[in-house]
């Protein structure tokens, strides 16, 4: 891959993670329960929102490996132990994001707002979707830079 694509790809690994934390720091305050509270009744007195910042430090582990992946293929180490090893942590976080949704579903009956489960239920649909989808690929790429890395040091081995 060429220098200058896996820069771009870094580049908006690192505007996903700003983008992200920007998210999570701004919708509270604009949240209809939350329009008119103080940044105090707002950030500790809503225990979904806490939640939903200890599950969002899984996002942005993941980010972080995406981009020393993406370092590492720059490098021309694609098929190194450390490309497979952050495969490997993407995939658990992942699956991580996926349990913290699943667990999440007990905050459903704690919404005072009917109209809002729904929504609700599908961000929890297409969160889960999206991790899978992201759980998937790490784990077929896995494999294959594992068998390559493996290959390839059986032949540094007999070389």
Known sequence: M??????????FVVLIGIGALAFLLWEPHIEGRNAHAT???????DPFLAYAYIASILLFIA??????VLGYVRQNKTFSQKTVK???TIKHCAMGIIGFVAVSVIFIPMSSDNDDRPAGVFM???ITFLCM???S???MFEQILKDVADI??????TA
Request: proline share 0%.
């Open 137 to 139: 690929a790490a784990v």
């Open 152 to 157: 390839k040091s059986e032949n540094d081995l």
């Open 86 to 88: 952050a495969l490997q």
């Open 39 to 45: 940044v105090f009744q707002i950030y500790f007195h």
């Open 63 to 68: 980010l972080y490996k995406v981009f020393k």
């Open 133 to 135: 989808v992201v759980a």
């Open 2 to 11: 060429k220098k200058g694509a896996t820069i771009f790809l870094q580049v």
């Open 124 to 126: 929890r649909l297409l």
